[in-house]
């Protein structure tokens, strides 16, 4: 079901948002607001600033969202999905798929033409006020002009297919991206499990 029934649910969702990241001391890099879904890529400062935030705005943006249209009930599915994402060239790569999700839906033919999303900003066609550029980003080039040409340069090609499977997998599986080191660290510190398991399921035996 839709999450935005106009601009104007977008618009405030934004409003929340930008008010809880320097609240919760959460740094946005990417984002899109799709029509019943959304995606961010968030840097916390501390370990339980995400879920403080998450909670927080979701829940403002829900009550908002239900006393404009008269409605009851909650609005969101569940807890929010999060998952870990390695700072290597995972991450500008979850750039590229973040903004890019308008065009491979179809809904534009680039990801400049969709508004509701970091593309624009982080292309510095516009400045939005929201965004707090990773490191890894600024890396690309220490000029502004030059960075954001860069940046421009990474969406020339779409992303490869098994790259856009891959992150999909992971984010169904609530699966930590990375190398393998990164997610043999995560599993040390979350003691559970953070890898991929295989799609299909193992045979019955005979008995």
Not at 36 to 51: A, D, T, Y
Not at 112 to 125: K, T, V
Not at 137 to 163: I, K, N
């Amino acid at each position: 079901m839709p999450c935005f029934l106009g601009d104007h649910d977008r618009r405030t969702y934004l409003q929340l948002l930008g008010q809880c990241l320097p609240r919760y001391e959460c740094d946005l890099h990417a984002y899109v607001l799709m029509d019943n879904h959304v995606h961010l890529l968030i840097s916390p400062r501390e370990p339980k600033s995400l879920p403080k935030l998450m909670q927080t705005f979701g829940r403002n943006y829900a009550v908002t969202f239900n006393r404009r249209y008269g409605r009851p009930g909650t609005l969101w599915e569940g807890r929010y999905d999060g998952h870990l994402v390695d700072n290597d060239a995972h991450l500008l790569a979850c750039y590229r798929y973040i903004e890019l999700n308008p065009v491979r839906a179809r809904m534009v033919a680039s990801p400049e033409a969709f508004p509701w999303s970091s593309h624009r900003g982080n292309c510095g066609q516009v400045f939005d006020r929201l965004l707090t550029p990773h490191n890894l980003y600024r890396e690309l080039h220490r000029e502004p002009l030059r960075r954001f040409e860069c940046y421009r340069r990474l969406f020339d090609q779409p992303l490869p297919e098994e790259t856009v499977e891959a992150f999909r997998s992971h984010l169904k599986q609530r699966a930590a991206l990375g190398s393998d080191a990164f997610r043999k660290v995560t599993e040390a510190k979350l003691r559970r499990f953070t890898g991929v398991r295989p799609a299909h399921r193992p045979r019955r035996s005979p008995d």
